[in-house]
């Protein structure tokens, strides 16, 4: 029997499993891969949030069920971080939660707040939970295009695109995702963005989900939260994550904060899909958010290090590429030779050709097409091996 399953149906194929696939073939025939494909950073937890796991694990209590809301004290510890980051107070009983990854808790928010045919608006190009989150929860989702009128600036455009979507979606939209610094675009917004975005939201009653991933992994101007906008908590929440800022991918944690209505939701559906993280890695998150910050600075310098290099490499190889302000992303438009051919077999052809792996913009929604991803995850000696491979490849291109 064929399985026949209305949610999967709803899901499209993933289009980095071809990238994948052809990636991991290269590698069993014993090709040095490159992969610039995932932003899995590659640096070690710091060792003082490392050692107070080890610390809390050895109590045989903390090996019990923990709770789904997190800790009280890592509550705090979120509560702090947003005054002395943001100037922004939190209640942490009321408008903070602890989540497994800023991805779980954005998947979950869905599944708490959306009916089904509830419209959801989402930027497009995106990261795939941002759209596919509320998919999955019977939402429809109307995209967000990124650009449009080049004589116009990013906010303009935005705006202009939030209002039509507003103005032609029916039923009206329950609310709208954001995502500054963006992923995959690196595209970053100051706090005149966010106040008009919340003016823009309140008076036609649509919630705001912000994700605030990359809030830290920023080579200008710190990011702001739209949390610092004074009315933003009656309409929004924001998702913040350690993966990027402190290292710890795997330790999957993160947060919600603001609008208590959405933190009561998200922490309702919480409650009967989990127990929260795993104790130890809350007190561990504590100490990452209370500890010092100094590791952060050093996380950022690599990053810039690594950027510089990148960038500068692929400019002189040819391949005219933006430097981004922020993000651990390089958002790329194909090289002028094959901006006919599409970024998924681009992808395909970079990889065979270069072995260097990039993600495809088009598996980011379609406004993504024309752009591939590179993620800052290779040192500094790796990147410049895949940039004489890139170099090699393009001028091959040029000669035929």
Known sequence: MEPDFHRIKRLPPYVFAEVNQAKAKLRQDGADVIDFGMGNPDSATPQHIVDKLVEAAQDPKTHRYSTSRGIPGLRRALA?????????????????????????????????????????????PCYPIHSFGFIMAGGAIRSLPAGGDPSLSFRENFMAALERAVAHSIPKPLAVVLNFPQNPTAQCVDLDFYGEVVEFCRRHGIYILSDIAYAEIYFGEPPPSILQIPSAKEIAVEFYSLSKT?????????????????????????????????????????????????????????????????????????????????TMFVWAPLPTAFHNMGSLAFSKLLLEEAQVAVAPGVGFGEYGEGYVRLGLVENTHRTRQALRGVRSFLSRADVG
């Open 246 to 326: 402190y290292s710890m991918p795997g330790w999957r944690i993160g947060f919600a904060a603001g609008n208590p209505t959405l933190i009561a939701a998200l922490a309702r559906i919480k409650s009967y899909v989990d127990y929260g993280a795993f104790t130890p890695i809350q007190v561990a998150a504590t100490a990452a958010l209370n500890g010092p910050q100094d590791c952060v600075d050093q996380v950022r310098a690599l990053y810039r290090e690594r950027r510089d290099v990148l960038v500068e490499g692929l400019n002189k190889a040819g391949w005219a590429v933006p430097t981004p302000e922020a």
């Open 80 to 124: 702090a971080y947003y005054a002395r980051r943001f100037g922004v107070e939190l209640d942490p009983e009321r408008e903070a939660i602890v989540t497994l990854g800023s991805k779980e808790g954005l998947a979950n928010l869905a599944q708490a707040i959306t009916s089904p045919g509830d419209v959801i608006l989402a930027p497009n």
